[in-house]
């Protein structure tokens, strides 16, 4: 091993590192519980992009009486807590501290001097008519006053931007507009303006779900009745606000209705008041210094306004109500959809009608709602608030002569490599050394997430892991169920016709889940075996009958008769070929799968008149909808139908996916559904967005990181950026702080050395599209690239993930070793075979969370963002990692914001987001074996074992493929090489579980 590698941060030891950077940051491995984890300590606070401070504007910021000066105030504390900042009011007393003169053009000596004293980075402004034309002259002057400080303009209400002059929207434009609504952001992006979404907060502390002491204490306070139903309403007191909808709650017998409005100050006003008050409405006027005892006495909030213009987009009283744990009934108002239309303690009305009968039923189901408002609280917004103000500074950042020098020859070294490709495509273009991975745009895969749904229980434990599958001597095609059994650790017990009357009595006895049978088969079946599988299904069994056609109608026949019972006939398409499947929304059977539809896949059979069956999939052609998989109830079991598909005789690896949506996908989805736990599957669903290319620097080469960590904040996602150690040099410290600072939601990992074509290709290669590299250069590249690494990581005591991203494609076989002795723990790439490499007929290569089968090193699979079956390996317990260029998702990462809420819907369980190295360490199965306990199978060199059961679990842990002289070790046991490693770990903990070597010592 060269001393580059054997320096390497991250390679495997158990000793105490740490390094101490620049930036004051120290990086620490060290034992967390059971499984080792890597934290930034870090030295000092996060500084500020500059030490100039943040003004905040706005106008009567001190008063506490409405939304937009509850909103600036909070505001600004909240920011004052993260970076230097001052608050300014226009209009405010003159003994304030902040308080500056009314003035329609901001024409003051005192915040002349203000802004010359303090010089500030940036301005926030937030005006109470933020988008007309008077708002934006005013912005345009503030930042003339200031002298180059970017100015941000609040603008969270409905208002849209004015209609003029394209020529003369630059003057008047601010550098960025906070919206409060998506619709907000689009039309002022359409306006000519930078836009971004900020929604109102909330202050969590003082609003927060009172104890039923508490509660009762505070009703006694405010006279109100223990027994009551108390439905509260905060804000002004105007006939636009609909607040006549609350009066035929207030007509419902012991309902109290609470209204808190600011004071009657008119005639409309008055008049109001006391229509409310004679329909029975407790009307509370003016300030009310604590409004948070009303709201933690109350039982439901409702929201009645319709006309957009009397609140923010996001109405701060709903989000208070939110986080004091009330149920909200509300109009479609403003942004208010779009954050909630899919939660349970939100109900949206359009009616009078509607809102009595949502307030009634939200008061008895009794949600709490807390959990949704505390994304909401001010501590957030402020971050976003920052994110996106950083991410305008990085946008307007100057380059240094030193850092422009770099970005030209790095810019002009990826030209180079690039012209030689282009050479060498148009001379070898279609010698390409490898077979490629082909997107079939003829299979189109549409996703229902909408419908998808959740299990309502937890996986159970499997009572037997026994299957039976009974297909004929001479049969020439494939045994999915045989296949599948094996792929899922199931045991098989296989009976030929004539033995299948003891094989289904010995099913019965036993109590075997499922047994399995082609259909052609039926007709070689006796009488004995047609009784012996209706007892088997009458006691709780599954027959599961595949590759049904129009010929075996009359071996249906017989065994409906012995059932009695009229099973659908098998019928061939008119239009056979072209079709569409469509698996069930019932997650039950599909699991991950559910709702899911498959365009062009070939089908020739169908199911008609299926009465009384439920459907488990469907196949349309030309419009026409039919049944492909259907299940019949009988006694306390079930019988599974299912049509022949049109792959016949194909390993599993092959015949898996969209072309076995008829064959082999419905087999493994009966066989996960009635085994549970005793198949191999994985303890949580682990996905990752990786990005190629980008320096780890905003701006040119790299990525607005700023907005990377927003949006995968914002929308639940973990962003990995495969860079090239050639261009660490690039590296911004604010970058790399931020991916110190959010490890959970950024990362960056290897992206080769120089990336100068494709890196690590064939050592032996002439006349190819690729030039060849001997290993020996391969080596230096990956020792290089080592180096860089480890200098980087010295510098800015920030470690890259240990997980290689090939540039081009995967290596060759030959290079698997150094990258193991070099410290990495993976390499991840779309193409599943190493070059060089070559598949067993049996391999299960592609299916598994790693594959081991080239030496012993994990290789992990990954998909292009244009690739849609990643669905596919979310039902077999893949890790989801979805890989692209910059160029694919755009500046706004739009893309993985929107693939990110459909894999987030579409899983079964909560989405464990991680870096690449992060998904290394969860890669391995676990199954629950009836006779001998729960088994774990290891596909990495090592994992954090997970017990997220409520009792202690024994683990017996394997790992093939192992190198020679290998063997497991964990916190507590070492396993003998070649050998299971057992360990107990307790419940709600975890154990490190490696794979390790004895090194020999030293002589003398």
């Given amino acids: 091993m060269s001393r580059a590698c054997r320096s390497l941060p991250f390679a495997a030891t158990l000793k105490r590192q740490v390094w101490r950077s620049k930036a004051g940051m120290d990086l620490e491995y060290f034992h967390s519980g059971d499984c080792v984890k890597a934290t930034l300590a870090l030295g000092s606070p996060p500084r500020p992009f500059s030490q100039r401070p943040i003004f905040v504007m706005g106008e009567q910021i001190s008063e506490s009486s409405n939304g937009y000066t509850v909103g600036s105030s909070s505001l600004a504390a909240a920011l004052a807590n993260r970076t230097p900042c001052r608050t300014y009011s226009f209009g405010a007393p003159s003994d304030q501290p902040g308080s500056l003169p009314r003035s329609k053009l901001l024409l003051s000596w005192g915040l002349y001097r203000e802004i010359r004293r303090h010089r500030p980075d940036v301005i926030v402004y937030s005006p109470v008519s933020p988008t007309s034309l008077a708002g934006l002259v005013r912005t345009s002057l503030l930042r003339l006053l200031a002298r180059g400080a970017r100015v941000v303009l609040i603008a969270l209400n409905s208002r849209s931007l004015p209609n003029i002059p394209r020529f003369l929207r630059p003057a008047l434009r601010p550098d960025l507009i906070l919206t409060g609504s998506s619709s907000q952001r689009e039309a002022a992006l359409a306006w000519g303006a930078n836009a971004e979404i900020l929604t109102s907060g909330v202050d969590t502390s003082r609003f927060h779900p009172p104890t039923s002491e508490e509660k009762e204490s505070l ?7 223990q027994r009551a139903r108390v439905i509260l309403h905060v804000g002004y007191l105007r006939a636009s606000r609909n607040l006549k909808a609350l009066l035929p709650l207030a007509a419902n017998p012991n309902t109290h209705v609470i209204i808190v409005v600011n004071a009657a100050t008119d005639g409309e006003s008055k008049g109001l008041k006391q229509e409310l008050v004679q329909g029975g409405i407790r009307v509370l006027e003016g300030h009310q210094p604590h409004i948070e005892e ?42 208010l959809p779009e954050h909630f239309s899919d939660e349970e303690g939100v109900r949206f009305a359009s009616s009078d009608r509607e809102i009595v009968e949502a307030a009634q039923r939200l008061i008895e189901a009794r949600p709490n709602t807390r959990p949704l408002a505390e994304s909401y609280s001010w501590d957030a917004s402020a971050a976003k608030l920052l994110n996106s103000i950083w991410s305008l500074k990085t946008r307007r950042h100057q380059l240094r002569i030193g850092e422009l ?12 490599w690039h012209y030689e490709e282009v050479v060498r495509s148009l001379l070898w273009g279609t010698r390409l050394g490898y077979e490629p991975t082909v997107i079939l745009e003829r299979t189109l895969i549409r996703i229902d997430a909408s419908n998808h749904c959740r299990p309502e229980e937890p996986m159970r434990e499997g009572q037997s892991d026994r299957v039976g599958s009974i297909r004929g001597a001479d049969h020439k095609r494939s045994d999915w169920i045989s296949m599948t059994a094996r792929f899922y650790g199931l045991r098989t ?31 070689s079946w006796d009488a004995e075996a047609l009784e012996a599988a209706a007892a088997y299904v009458r006691q709780g069994g599954a027959l599961f009958l595949s590759e049904n056609t129009p010929q075996s109608q009359a ?20 239009a056979a070929g ?24 070939e089908a020739r059979f169908a199911w008609g008149n299926p009465r009384g069956a439920r459907v488990l999939a469907t196949v349309e052609t030309e419009g026409k909808q039919e049944s492909a998989v259907v299940e019949i109830g009988y006694g306390a079991g079930r019988l599974v139908l299912n049509v022949k598909g049109p792959v016949d005789d194909s390993p599993l690896a092959k015949a898996y996916g969209p072309s076995g949506s008829l ?11 009635e085994y549970h736990d005793a198949v191999w599957h994985p303890p949580r669903t682990l996905a990752n967005f990786t990005i190629d290319d980008p320096a780890l620097r905003n701006g040119p080469l790299g990525l607005d990181y700023n907005r990377a960590c927003a949006m995968a904040s914002e929308f639940g996602f973990h962003l990995s950026v495969a860079t090239i150690p050639r261009d660490l040099p690039l590296a911004q410290t604010e970058v790399v702080r931020l991916l110190a600072e959010h490890p959970d939601l950024l990362s960056a990992c290897f992206h080769g050395n120089s990336h100068n074509g494709y890196e690590f290709y064939h050592s032996q290669a002439s006349h190819f599209r690729f030039r060849g590299r001997s290993l020996k250069e391969q080596q230096r590249s990956l020792s290089k690239a080592v180096q860089r690494a480890t200098r980087f990581a010295r510098e800015y005591g920030y470690t890259i993930d240990p997980v290689m991203v090939f540039p081009l494609g995967i290596g060759p076989v030959e290079i698997l070793p150094s990258l193991a002795n070099c410290g990495f723990v993976a390499t991840c790439n779309a193409y599943r075979i190493p070059l060089g490499g070559r598949l067993s007929p049996d391999s299960e290569s592609g299916l598994r969370p790693a594959d081991l089968e080239w030496e012993g090193f994990p290789l992990i699979w990954r998909r292009w963002i244009n690739d849609p079956r990643y669905v596919f390996d979310m039902f077999l317990g893949r890790p989801v990692i979805i890989s692209a260029h ?3 998702v755009g500046r706004q990462l739009l893309p993985l914001a929107e693939r990110a809420a459909i894999i987030n819907r579409m899983a079964l369980t909560p989405v464990q987001w991680r870096s690449l190295s992060g998904i290394a360490k969860g890669c391995y199965l676990q199954r629950h074996d009836p006779a001998e306990g729960w088994k774990v199978w290891m596909m990495s060199n090592e994992i954090c074992l997970e017990n997220q059961s409520p009792a202690d679990r024994e683990y017996s842990i394997f790992r093939p493929m192992s190198p020679p002289g290998t063997f497991l070790v964990s916190d507590t046991q070492t396993a003998a090489p070649g050998e299971s490693l057992v360990t107990l770990v307790p419940a709600g903990e975890s154990r490190r579980v490696m794979l390790a070597s004895r090194k020999p010592r030293a002589s003398g």
């Avoid at 009703?219 to 009745?225: Q, Y």
């Avoid at 064959?663 to 559904?673: D, E, H, N, T, Y």
């Fill in 663 to 673: 064959s082999v996908l419905p087999v493994m989805m009966a066989l996960r559904r």
């Fill in 405 to 416: 020098r770099l970005l030209v020859v790095a810019a002009l070294w990826r030209r180079i």
């Fill in 219 to 225: 009703r006694a306070k405010w006279r109100v009745s």
């Fill in 886 to 888: 910059p160029r694919n």
């Fill in 493 to 523: 017990q296989t009976a030929v016709p004539a033995g299948c009357a003891s094989l289904l009595r010995a099913a019965t006895r036993e109590r075997w889940p499922l047994v399995g049978a082609s259909s052609g088969e039926l007709e």
């Fill in 555 to 574: 071996s249906l026949a017989r065994l409906g008769a012995t059932l009695g019972l009229q099973l659908p006939t098998c019928n061939e398409l008119q």
């Fill in 578 to 601: 072209g079709a569409a499947v469509t698996f069930s929304t019932e997650c039950e059977f599909a699991h991950e799968l559910a709702g899911v539809r498959v365009e062009t896949t």
């Fill in 294 to 335: 009303l709201y933690r006495l109350a039982d439901c909030y409702v929201f009645p306004a319709c006309a957009w213009d009397e609140a923010v987009l996001m109405p701060l009283s709903v989000l208070e109500a939110l986080a004091t744990g009330l149920p909200v009934v509300t109009t479609p108002f403003g942004a």
